[in-house]
């Protein structure tokens, strides 16, 4: 994806800017002209060291004394200055693709716009932000702010007044004096500013009225500072609903390492295949030769090639994927490792197919955009923000393509893994960059809540953990210590790239979760033996756990699924964990009235999060860690506890599309909420739904205390009152 195409969601803090001001020959858009251009660049709220641009321009007619008196420039000051287009094709170089900030912003783009079409220079008008707007947008005590009052509001002195160059370092200067604020109080990306700005419908009434958006020869342009984003592309939503199992060719055709290279082509070519796996088949063991292999080996060797054997021109180990990775991830992975063949594991590790992009094409036309490789890729956090802000227009898509809420939460959590397994790989590079070395110990980093469940929304926030192996000597608790710091940069970087802090601290930053493995089971046991109600609130994060990157060393991933089995066992013996985990579920009511109504705020939104989904996940939970199902997905654990108790089986089903639709309403109010520049909630306007989901809603709702019955019911089945 483009910079350009992040732009709707990319974070203040990560953004270039260009703080520009120009003085002209009058306040006509139409008529009057350019004399000089001042323009500022900043790296998010900070000055940019770059020098700044300076330039007078002679605009080809009297400058009227009136002006004089306000700039300071004269017929004397511009004779022999640059000419308009000139000074537009240094400006347009000098913003490149920086959003331009400014105040009354509108007013200096619409006389460039005229003074373009004017001399018939070809002119890009950037995405720009008025400040001026924002503050107005945000403090309503602030009904006409001039770019004197924001300079006394932030402390700024300006320097230079009614000068170009000191307004635009003026602007810049209160930008980055104001911005830091206004990002703490959750103004944080571009789009949530832009919405900011079209708050004071006064002051943008009287820029319309003044023509600021009008264009030459034709009608007003005023977009309500709706985002232009740049050309969309097409998005297959095949690639994002369908996994490697369901179209992998199976079983994989394999021989043996001391066959011959003549032996292995004629089995190629009586089965009409381009390769074959070479035993053992197990991940990290298994080789593959391909008919390429073949006619590199003849190329070199001629006919005395047919008799090698395999063994000796065949890849070892290959890369393979796990079965239910989504089909757009594993193209991503081909496309990184220049694969035409990708084997494909089984939950034991065993390789139990091949995908092949010969084997998708059988299924669908090819022609997709995968966010997956642009995490990948990703060299910092400034990029990753441009994959994260991706994410809502995918998940729209996906679901306008007729995907179910459970399948785009999936292609969420998916990308919400891979974002912080990118943000490792990133923090251990400048970790080593900065002479700390690599990584002491083998680590697995995990991610818990949502989206170890693999239920995330458009809603993020860091919930993550650190496991390090025991046999690691180094004191964890010491702030210099290589994994504190490695935690410390993960978090950072995610929350930079529009991933938040958790407000709860569940972040691998903090030493309650960054723990050695006997740490970790230790302190499981101390929840299943005192499950204590403050302790519940990282249980129920932790135990949705699912691992997102490994490293420090081979086997590293093991480390994540000893505790994986340690918390499967705990949880199946701890009754008084259990009985805990259930109170959640049972004891939620849903968000109706008496008159069984939905019950809605003060702005008619209704929280489904709290009210229904909290609920079904938590009685989800509880069912499933007394029955040792290791699933963390809720409708698996639904299904597969129900069934070993033998009990509701009807009521998990009806419990699963329960919250499949829930799960689809609140995804499409945050998807709404992101278009609008607000931040994505869990709260449904339920005037924004139509009334065949308004009724259907309400009956939702009814059913939700289900889950306290089917709930009581699975644990009455194990003897648990």
Sequence with gaps: MSARAVAAGGLLADRRFVALDLETTGLDIRRDRVVQIGAVRMDGFALSPDPPLLRLVDPGLPIPPLATRIHGISDSDVAGAATIAEALAELADFIGDAVVIGHSIAFDLAILRFEAARTQVSWREPRSLDIGLVAAGLDRMLAEPSLEDLAAVAGVVIEGRHTALGDARACAEVFAALGPGWARSGLRSLAQAEAAARRPRDLIARQEKAGWFDRPGGKPDFTD???????????????????????????????????????????????????LLVEPLEAGRAGIVTERDVLRAMGERGAHAAGLEVAAVMTKPVIAAPQDTLLYRALGIMARRNLRYLPVTDSTGAISGIFTLRTLLRERALASLTVGDEIAQARGAEELASAQAALAPLAASLLADGMDSTGVAAVISAESRAMAARAAELAQAELEAQGHGPAPARWCLLVLGSGGRGESLLAPDQDNALVVEDSYEGDLDEPQDWFAAFGARINDILDRAGVPLCKGGVMARNRAFRRRLSEWTAQLDAWAARPEPEALLNVDIFYDFVTAAAGGGAGAEKLAAALRDHATATGREATGLTRFLAEQAISRRAPLTLFGRVRTDDRGRVDLKAGALFPIVAGARAMALRHGVAATATAARLREATRLAGAGEADARMLTDIHAFIARLVLAQQIADLAAGRNASNRVALASLDPVDRDRLRDALTHVDVVGETTRAVLAAEGIA
């Design 225 to 275: 500072g709706a985002i232009r984003l740049g050309a969309s592309r097409a998005i297959d939503g095949f690639l994002y609903r369908h996994r490697l199992e369901e179209v992998m060719s199976s079983p994989a055709i394999s021989i043996d390492a001391g066959l011959s290279l003549g032996e292995a082509a004629a089995r190629m070519t009586k089965a009409g295949i381009g390769c």
